[in-house]
């Protein structure tokens, strides 16, 4: 079973950057697909982006596309989320996520999740 404890989370103004860190336990990381959630309040939770199990892929939804960045370091067992010219509307609980399965958008196809961290974004 693999564990994921994420950090970075914090309150920021618009425009300014957060990088956010997931860390995973185990010795089967580079097994995963790593996803990255979020869910704002009074919304569902939205897909954010993806990358591949070795790093060579990454995916990003479109209102993400250009500012954020999702890169994975398998040797320290973490992946990351670099925000970069953040807007009042990424105001939202972000979340790490990990499956063996293909990719998906779908949050139901991913096996584990990290505890999520809440990103604030003033205007």
């Known amino acids: 079973q693999v564990q994921l404890v994420l950090s970075g989370g914090g309150l920021v103004q618009a425009g300014s950057s957060l990088r956010l860190s997931c860390v995973a336990s185990g010795r089967t990381f580079s097994r995963y697909y790593m996803g990255w959630f979020r869910q704002a309040p009074g919304k569902e939770r939205e897909f954010v982006g993806g990358i591949s199990r070795s790093g060579g892929n990454t995916y990003y939804t479109d209102s993400v596309k250009g500012r954020f960045t999702i890169s994975r370091d398998n040797a320290k067992n973490t992946v990351y989320l670099q925000m970069n010219s953040l807007k009042a509307e990424d105001t939202a609980v972000y979340y790490c996520?990990?499956?063996?399965?293909?990719?998906?958008?779908?949050?139901?196809?991913?096996?584990?999740w990290g505890q999520g961290t809440q990103v604030t974004v003033s205007s």
């Open positions: 996520a990990a499956t063996t399965s293909t990719f998906s958008t779908n949050s139901d196809s991913y096996d584990y």
